[in-house]
């Protein structure tokens, strides 16, 4: 049996999960795809630490979501940054990311020239994790592109839905949120899409962090 074969035979398994994203774990966990058309991870090295597992429901949203952008914004690139271990639990130094439910994804940003570009990442700037937007959503040569944000946000809701479950909380800076909610997919966004009004414990201003509502089994 070839090892794509086995891949998808593992992915047959349906994920179970457990507890809270701050505390819990999970089954027959997914890897997400190292890249695909127009994505990438953030970190080969954390791709192949492990650090991208997900619930297989969580993945088959990801995935058809870049799928679909792909189609309709041809132009544009992604990031997705740290998901969790394959059986979950803690997943230092997150706080949450324990269930498989929990995805954070960098801002998709456009460079000097106006065009989709990836962030810098790399051990200098902890892939991305250390960099600091300004409050107009700006870092040296590179402009946070709210209206694609908001049209993937949008789009993993509807995919989420499509598949029975949602959107529990995105986390993204509160002093950047208004220019995320001052795009054409704003009203939809506020109306769905419930945001943290307060700072989390780390700015999210380089990436922006979702748990989706899953319902999972009592962890013990
Ligand atoms: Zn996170």
Redo the contacts with the bound molecule.
């Keep these: 049996m070839c090892f794509n074969s086995l891949i998808a035979q593992a992915d047959l398994k349906q994920s179970i999960c457990y507890g809270h994203t701050h505390d819990g774990m999970i089954k027959n966990a997914s890897q997400l795809p190292k890249e695909g058309k127009n994505y990438t991870v953030f970190s080969s090295l954390a791709w192949y630490l492990g650090r991208t597992y997900v619930h297989n429901e969580v993945k088959k949203v990801i995935v058809d979501t870049f799928h679909q952008l792909a189609t309709e914004f041809p132009h544009h690139v992604f990031m997705y940054a740290?998901t969790g271990w394959a059986n979950g639990k803690q997943f230092k130094p997150?706080k949450?990311?324990q269930n498989g439910l929990?995805v954070?994804f960098m801002v998709p940003v456009k460079n000097s020239t106006g065009e989709s570009s990836l962030l810098p990442v790399g051990l200098n700037n902890k892939w991305g994790y250390d960099i600091e937007f300004n409050v107009n959503g700006q870092y040296d040569s590179y402009q946070i592109d709210f209206e694609i944000m908001a049209e993937h946000l949008k789009l993993l809701y509807e995919m989420s839905t499509a598949q029975g479950f949602s959107i529990k909380r995105v986390y993204f800076d509160p002093s950047l949120q208004p220019l995320l909610l001052n795009t054409t997919h704003g009203s939809f966004i506020e109306k769905n899409i419930k945001l943290n009004t307060h700072q989390a414990w780390v700015r999210h201003d380089e990436h922006y962090?979702i748990d989706f509502d899953i319902k999972c089994e009592n962890l013990r």
């Design positions: 740290e997150h949450t990311h929990s954070d962090h």
